[in-house]
């Protein structure tokens, strides 16, 4: 972080308009990055043509599409910032958003990635308060990396496509020894599903998020989880029709003696100390995600009785 030159690096497939809405906003920035990267995930529309030729961002064009990890880790490599702000095209900045952030890694040096909270609904009169707090993990939707601590851990994890490759990112950057913050006053508003997969990546969801849990997360998180993606298995199978959801189990069996060896490389390798420490903010996470998952549920069958009288 010796200059802070900023690298952003944002990931296309069929999303150009809302990528010139992101570098629309980024021209509003208090902190002009040092390049901006726009990489092209084979979107086989006309991306590329209306992409291309713009003097405020350079652009990659991928052959393949390797998903959203892929996708940064291609524009990471072509970087040349002392950080990188990974995001997607459907995030809008305030013109403070990067210095926030900023901000925050600069006070810490023991911080990898800084976050902001991102609105889901725009809300020009929010104003965060002045607070860093350490978090498990966030979504990669938004995030400034320290780029030395990004190539050290070997980037987004490759196995992984789609969903989960952030809080990948995330618990191996907390067993290295670094930290993860979300910076509550860097605001930033995101166009829920501008630019995701949607419900008809169940089975992504639930491959990854096995296969990250199975990987460096705790015995008792593992099997815990396990038991959440079994019923989402079943629900989001018969409910949802979506046989799919079934491979999520099998692709980890299959793949279960390279996963537990990653698993004796990065958490094994790890501190005691930062395991403890990624295992005490999981479970805050987790505790959460259940307190959300439950209201969700609740709501939605308020809202069923109400359209059954």
């Given at each position: ?27 509003t ?18 991306s ?11 652009l990659i ?63 020009p ?14 979504a ?13 851990l ?63 997360r ?19 199978g ?38 403890a ?5 999981c ?16 709501a ?8 059954g009288?």
């Amino acid at each position: 972080m010796s200059g802070d030159r900023i690298s952003v690096v944002v990931v296309n497939y069929r999303s150009a308009e809302e990528v010139e809405g992101f570098v629309a906003s980024l021209a509003t920035s208090d902190i002009t990055p040092h390049e901006v990267i726009v990489v092209d995930n084979a979107s086989g529309d006309d991306s590329v043509e209306r992409l291309s030729g713009r003097d405020d961002l350079r652009l990659i064009a991928s052959a393949l599409n390797t998903g959203f990890g892929g996708g940064c880790n291609l524009g990471a490599a072509a970087a040349t910032g002392d950080l990188i702000f990974i995001s997607n095209p459907d995030v809008r900045l305030r013109p403070d958003t990067l210095t926030a952030l900023l901000r925050a890694l600069r006070d810490d040096p023991k911080l990898a990635i800084a976050c902001p909270d991102l609105l889901g609904a725009p809300d020009p009169s929010y104003v965060g308060k002045r607070y860093d707090e350490p978090v498990a993990s966030m979504a990669g939707a938004a995030m400034l990396v320290d780029a030395a601590a990004f190539t050290a851990l070997g980037g987004f994890d490759d196995h992984i496509f789609l969903y989960s490759e952030d809080a990948d990112l995330c618990y191996r950057t907390w067993l290295s020894g670094r930290g993860v913050a979300k910076v509550w006053d860097a605001i930033g508003d995101h166009l829920a599903h501008g630019a995701g997969g949607g419900r008809q990546w169940s089975h992504e969801q639930i491959k990854n998020g096995l296969y990250v849990f199975l990987k460096l997360r705790d015995k008792r998180s593992i099997v815990r989880h396990g038991g959440r993606m079994a019923v989402k298995t079943v629900v989001r199978g018969v409910r949802g029709r979506d046989p799919r959801v079934l491979t999520a189990w099998w692709s980890n069996a299959r793949d279960l003696p390279s996963t537990l060896r990653k698993r004796h490389t990065v958490r094994g390798g790890a501190t005691p100390e930062d395991r403890a420490r990624l295992d005490a903010l999981c479970l805050q996470h987790d505790y959460w995600v259940r307190t959300h998952y439950r209201r969700e549920v609740l709501a939605s069958a308020r809202r069923k009785l109400r359209l059954g009288r």
